[in-house]
């Protein structure tokens, strides 16, 4: 199974202005020199605190960043760094996006059917009668009734809007869809319904997905590899299995403990750790590892010299210097599906 999506020094500036007249311009990295990729048809999870630059990362490998980026990213071997004009187009089709909120991202006053038609209008050239098709089609993917094609957004319930948000994403027929918190606004039971939505839709049309999330229940049953971001950085990234059956950065530990409803033998088994402090301001960031104020196991050495991703056996990757890179890692590499949410 190839890499659909490759990202190498990704990162993404904003400048900063200081209040007051003739204030100074500072320069806020919300993401630093990021590599990773994403195999064809399977879901990366980004994850990590609020601040810690997962939203930026995946709106950058959309070209949908408001700041400056540098670095590389491939789709399809494609660089889409460098897109312009037409090539974005083809860009857009290729990537869409379902957004966190769907009570604020579907415009109200447009019927359901214009809004799943809306890309179909901007991005392609197909006549009225294939967008018709088109849009009856991914309504009845995603579990919508015809007759409710008329009505607007304020006339369907959260878990609703959110089908419809995700049947609009699906018009272009893409090959990626970045998932931006897509559940956090949605009551549990709903949740679950569209979380075996979304991987039933990824069987159905081979989706590849990139899935914001600081839930890490959610992800558990949804990813197939995690990539733990802190303050713009990624400082570990593990297929599913070996992340949450042996993480090994101290931050990763720490976000596993704080869910009561993952791996309750994993925090019997004394991996539970408790974070302490604030996350350093970005930009006023420490020497050393940005992690290590708030780390308990930290050493001097932490507070010195920033830890390089490195690799472990069985590809895990970690950003610290307390972790040993031996044969005594997982050998895990490849997770196996993840089970039905009840």
């Not at 630093?32 to 980004?46: C, E, M, N, P, W």
């Not at 857009?92 to 769907?102: C, E, H, L, S, T």
């Not at 290590?292 to 920033?306: D, I, K, M, V």
Request: charged share 25%; glycine share 8%; aromatic share 4%.
């Amino acid at each position: 199974m190839n890499d659909l999506i490759e990202v190498r020094d990704l990162s993404v500036h904003f400048e900063i202005r200081a209040k007051g007249i003739g204030g100074a311009r500072r320069n806020l990295t919300a993401v630093d020199d990021v590599s990773l990729t994403a195999k064809r048809g399977q879901t990366l999870a980004i994850v990590g605190e609020s601040g810690s630059g997962k939203t930026t990362l995946a709106l950058a490998i959309a070209r949908l960043a408001s700041g400056k980026t540098t670095g590389e990213v491939r789709i399809d071997g494609k660089d889409v760094v460098s897109l312009t004009d037409g090539g974005l187009d083809w860009m857009r089709r290729k990537v869409q996006v379902i957004f966190q909120d769907p009570f604020s991202s579907l415009n109200p006053r447009q019927r359901a059917e214009d809004i799943v038609r809306e890309p179909l209008d901007n991005l392609t050239t197909k006549t009225k009668a294939e967008k018709a098709e088109i849009v009856d089609r991914f309504f009845n993917a995603v579990g919508l009734r015809p007759e409710q094609k008329r009505l607007f957004p304020h006339q369907f319930s959260g878990g609703q809007r959110q089908r419809i948000g995700i049947a609009r994403a699906l018009s272009t027929q893409p090959e990626v869809i970045i998932c931006d918190e897509p559940v956090s606004a949605l009551d549990v039971a709903v949740q679950a319904q569209i979380i075996n939505l979304l991987r039933r839709l990824q069987d159905e049309f081979g989706l590849t997905y990139l899935f914001i999330s600081h839930d890490l229940g959610v992800v558990q049953h949804m990813c197939d590899s995690v990539a733990v971001m802190y303050m713009g950085k990624i400082v570990e990234h593990a297929d599913r299995l070996q992340l949450f059956n042996d993480p090994q950065h101290p931050y990763t530990r720490a976000l596993i403990s704080a869910v009561p409803a993952v791996d309750p033998d994993l925090r019997n088994r004394g991996q539970k750790l408790a974070l302490v402090g604030d996350p350093p301001n970005l930009l006023n960031l420490p020497k050393g590892c940005r992690f290590a104020s708030r780390c308990p196991l930290a050493e001097p050495r932490c507070f010195e010299t920033e830890p390089p991703l490195r690799v472990r056996v069985g590809g895990h990757r970690v950003a610290c210097h307390l972790v040993d890179l031996g044969p005594e890692a997982s050998a895990e590499a490849v997770s196996p599906s993840a089970p039905e949410f009840p």
